[in-house]
């Protein structure tokens, strides 16, 4: 492109919102054939909502008393059988060291419903797949089917929970809780029935779709680009988001663990696609680099919007589409 054809066309760009990192970035995104959004946060709104709480007391067959919650610290490994709201709670103390989305939507709604959230004596992200925290003498796991795995307990007794909230678009995620020695050690029938780990509940969030998600979608689809998704979220989940804004369900790369979302960038694109990967969080700045074009979106973190070739100012995916359209517009118009 000559120098006045870039410069028309970054200023068109400015002036919409959209901000290409120089004249070859503008020249490139004619080409995209395929964009890659990313669903939270750029699909969706990130502003996740805590919707639903289930409580799984083990097999359902009740457990003997370990102990009186009220004189006993408030250990909830006490408490053989537990309610809605100590499910809750559980889970928002071990979520409340973590700024994952998911996380403060479970903290807000525990809090809304004027339950005691204190902070976990100690936790640890597992990236992709949720969180391990103490609480007390209690060990506290909110996370995927994975992580409940890794951990040696069995998720499938939630499985049909599971499956009825993910088809709703929701992310369900699970709760187990794993009694210390000494919680243990303080049952006298014999060991805690929590010493080994036990599935206590599951709780789910939803995000809201974007107005504009579906239009930018279809706009695209009619430009003959192929629009795709790429999260960390379940196939479930994933898909009943990408049904309601038109990408086809083929398209869909769900399981995507944070470290090889730029890998299945790669993948797209080694057939010869000019992707753009359209992201905003941390986990996508590395896709973002390696998309023939790298967009970062609205309320994007400081990392995508760095990592990123085009930022979008505003937090409206049918920017995307217009990106595209100002470098067709202006390279087209010179030639
Ligand atoms: P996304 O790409 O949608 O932002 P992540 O890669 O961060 O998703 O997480 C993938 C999955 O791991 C989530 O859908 C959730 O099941 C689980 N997960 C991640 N972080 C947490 C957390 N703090 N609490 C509970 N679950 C989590
Ligand atoms: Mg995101």
Known sequence: ATPAATMVGTTLGAQNGVLFKGGDVLERAKDIDTVVFDKTG?????????????????????????????TDGGQLI????????????????????????????IVNGAEDRGLDVTDPDDFENVPGHGIEATVGDDEVLVGNRKLLRDNGIDPSPAQETMERLENEGKTAMLVALRGSE???????SGGSPRAEGELVGVVADADTIKESAKDAVSQLQERGVDVMMITGDNERTARAVAEQVGIDPENVHAEVLPEDKSDAVEAIQDGGRKAMMVGDGVNDAPALAVAYVGTAIGSG???????????LMRDDPLDVVKAIRISDATLKKIK
């Open 42 to 70: 750029t699909l969706t709104k990130g502003e996740m909502e805590l919707t639903d709480v289930v409580v799984f007391n083990g097999d359902g067959q009740p457990v003997a008393d370990g102990g009186d919650p009220a």
């Open 78 to 105: 006490a408490q053989e059988r537990l309610s809605e709201d100590d499910v809750l709670r559980l889970a928002a103390t071990a979520e409340s060291g973590s700024e994952h989305p998911l996380a403060r939507a």
């Open 182 to 188: 000494r919680s243990e050690n303080r049952d006298a």
């Open 301 to 311: 973190t400081d990392v995508a919007i760095e990592a990123a070739d085009v930022t």
